[in-house]
């Protein structure tokens, strides 16, 4: 074994395993499917994040998860793909100094409202975990006719903007973009944001529907935060994944020969700054 | 093996087998996700029920399954966190001393029920086992805005006297509750009210819709009476969960371990009383 | 073993084993869920027909398969609990000597259209298989009020009439009845019956919809005779089955001891009659 | 072994196992059920195409694979039933040159517009796959009543000059039928066209809904040809295909046997030509 190939121990391999296991989560909660990704940020570096390699979250294993700055470069030369939409994360994280955690997503519960522009509101204690407003970004605003993706940085910084104060954004004709001050509060309110749409668009075929006060999802809000609310959804999701055989697997090091040597010079790592915005 | 640790004979095992499956199966076929909880009064004492610590359902285990009383206070002082919500069961186990088991859930077929204020009516007979009237209760009323848990007794004290002499109560922006006069009533109860609501939502898009006469329900209430109903659905039920390797462990002994000795003087065990409703 | 417990050769074993595979199809394709049942007319004597103990149709094996006269007696005394529906069965093949089996379910996708009388139409070519005329039936026109269940022979000859020559029956605030010229016909025609009932409902929210004509209708009617059609569709759904091993098991002998034997008279089978309509 | 058993090398064996693969995801994904098939244009010969024998998609093995000239007349003389409907993809890969494979299908979320007449437009990214036009046939148009099926050439040819230039054609009553450039865009574009068929239908029910502009197709069209997008969908449904163990067997070798020997003259392999649209 070449001093290539041997594998470096990986000081974040708890952090990788968790984050896999988020991404699974969603797949197999059903808010992801083939496309979709989730980050997290670098717990010591606010100018770093992780983020799976291309792949669908179903597969991810820590092993794809690699390490990013905030203009979504990668920090070594990977041998595989990246998300084309990594933008939405970094522009995310350079606006948001308190965003730990992002996902995007087209889940089927989010997606009629995404495309008809009907506004989503807390409708139930658990959906109130979204916040008062969820926000609309729609490219046309700033870019006209695009293919719908959020590829250039300046796209993500508009979807950023758009974003706001909130915790989700809505992105017309194409999904959905949610952040959260942790992994697991991610989590939870990517499963939750869809239960509420999907009961939404429901109760309004019935006829009225009255939604959350201000008060109650002020309140309500802080559900996720009941030690006994975080720790039995969790187990929850993990335990229904591991009946499925779908728990990723636990990667302790890290294979020095998925990072390619390049002879050429590499791209100049930017600092990570803030943009738009002002950090509070 | 200390005298903490050695186990204690349980002569309630087959209760708490039985309660482990009831939530099992109530998870199992749509009614519950992660948040929700069932239990049972105890048999011999109408003072006490059983309830799991917090757990979800789908994940249940006898050796999860505590005894509180009708104030929802541990009898032993647990090691475990407990369900925040537990007063809905004591205080109604309280004002209703013909209920044997309580549930309470979100199930996706209800939600936009208790979203929308549109009242649920039986519409075909195995759904009369709702009972003629499914009243609603709006945390609102009696106290403003709340975060819409029913953690404190006087909440659930409102609570159970929405529910009334009802078989299940629907709660504003939240869920339901639904009693049984025996465990295997209240499974059978649950799944058929969920059936009931969703093809009352799915009939009223189709146009009108003709509920049962009252002659109806009271007849068609009886079906879960008739013997082969009950063993039928309980085999169907508990055979799915097998099928799947979702039954719970058989534990016969409860282990000392998990009951932490306390030095400091145990919160007075209240006596049973009613609140509000008078007793039949 | 004594003469009591030997098992006796099992002239029908095939018989009774397609049957419970039809059984597993219907409920595995999500017709049956833990109510409902299928039968078929014994091939050699018309006054007899084979229909499983009371037991969910997800669960029927072989050796569950009884007989019964057209009075829905069984031929031999039973030691468990029979379907308390049977006359449904007996009763339509008292009426229709062209049926072979027969199928009642409270499948999801029919019961808006049982709830709201909402007619069904066959809007696809696969739907066809139901015939150009769904009626219903109504217990209340007949009984006034009732359980909603179909106990007496005299309500089972009442849904006969109301079945008429069609091949579909809808029950207000019930469910469905199915009959077919085969058994494999009729779980063809219960599947796609309800594919159907569900496409309709869509389309009809989505505004106008043009349903088959009468020409359509009989033309692709006869698209279950085609060879391909039939064995493709049948090694489908057993397949499916197998795959999630839910085959019931091959039994080719009856234990006797199964059979209780009375010592009192057994009632008298009374011989199969025509009730209504003349026979074709 | 005599030399009719001897098994040939199977120099196709690789886009045999190819197309089961894509059979399979199709009905894995919800595209497909008992009824519905696949093919692919032979690479050597634009004259023929490689298509399942008369088999239910979800369960089609390479072995299953025949050769078919664009009459859609099997090469060799089989011993098993073939597709009924095989016209429409040798029709429609006369018409078409540009055409590498075709999808017959009668998905759930197509149906209800098939059914209504209401037509589909990309709402969403990955719905562009579709084009911004999705024609309808209508055999009553050509054919007055039928039986729905495309079985005659007129009819395929009929139904080929309805599809046009398009990529997918709606069939009235009956289902759709998708074409691609490639296997793997056939597979994606049958998948996100029912993904965006519902979506479309659930944002119809919210109210109003702004579907993507011309631009925004056009260049949303060409996501499916960026690599990532391609590997990591491919990647996705196979392994979703593995872990269920529903992969194809792999069959280097085509026995002979299954091919059957004709003393009689073979029916006349006709030239491949095109029909009514000129090619490009």
């Known amino acids: 074994m070449t001093d290539e190939e041997r594998p470096v121990p990986d000081k974040f391999a708890e952090l990788r395993h968790e984050l896999a296991v988020a991404n699974r989560i969603l797949a197999h909660e059903g808010v992801i499917d083939a496309f979709g990704h989730v980050s997290i940020r670098h717990p010591d570096d606010p100018g770093r994040y992780f ?5 669908s979250p179903e597969l991810v294993e820590p092993g794809d998860i690699l390490e990013f700055d905030l203009d979504s470069q990668p920090v070594k030369t990977p041998t595989m ?22 996902c995007h997503h087209h889940a089927a519960a989010v997606m009629p409202f995404c495309i008809s522009g009907d506004p989503i509101v807390p409708v139930f204690h658990l959906g ?7 926000p609309f970004w729609d490219s046309r605003d700033d870019f006209g006719d695009t293919n719908l993706l959020v590829v250039k940085p300046a796209e993500g910084a508009s979807l950023a903007r758009a974003l706001g104060r909130h915790s989700i954004v809505l992105m017309r004709r194409h999904g959905a973009t949610v952040v959260g001050a942790s992994l697991r509060e991610l989590v939870f309110r990517g499963i939750y944001s869809c239960d509420n749409a999907h009961y939404l668009s429901e109760a309004k075929r019935l006829g009225n529907f009255s939604p959350l ?5 002020e309140m309500a809000q802080a559900i996720y935060q009941l030690p006994n609310a975080q720790s039995r959804a969790w187990e ?4 229904r994944l591991a009946k499925q055989d779908e728990m990723p697997s636990r990667a302790t090091r890290v294979v020095k020969s998925v990072i390619k040597k390049q002879t050429a010079a590499k791209p100049a790592k930017k600092p990570a700054k803030s943009k738009g915005r002002k950090r509070r």
């Open 128 to 134: 109130a975990a979204m916040g008062a407003v969820v």
């Open 236 to 239: 929850y999701w993990t335990t």
């Open 81 to 102: 793909q990246l998300y084309a939409e990594r933008v939405i994360h970094g522009e995310i994280y350079k606006m948001r100094p308190d965003v730990v955690a992002v």
């Open 51 to 55: 983020l799976s390699r291309s792949r």
């Open 213 to 217: 006060t201000p008060g109650e999802i």
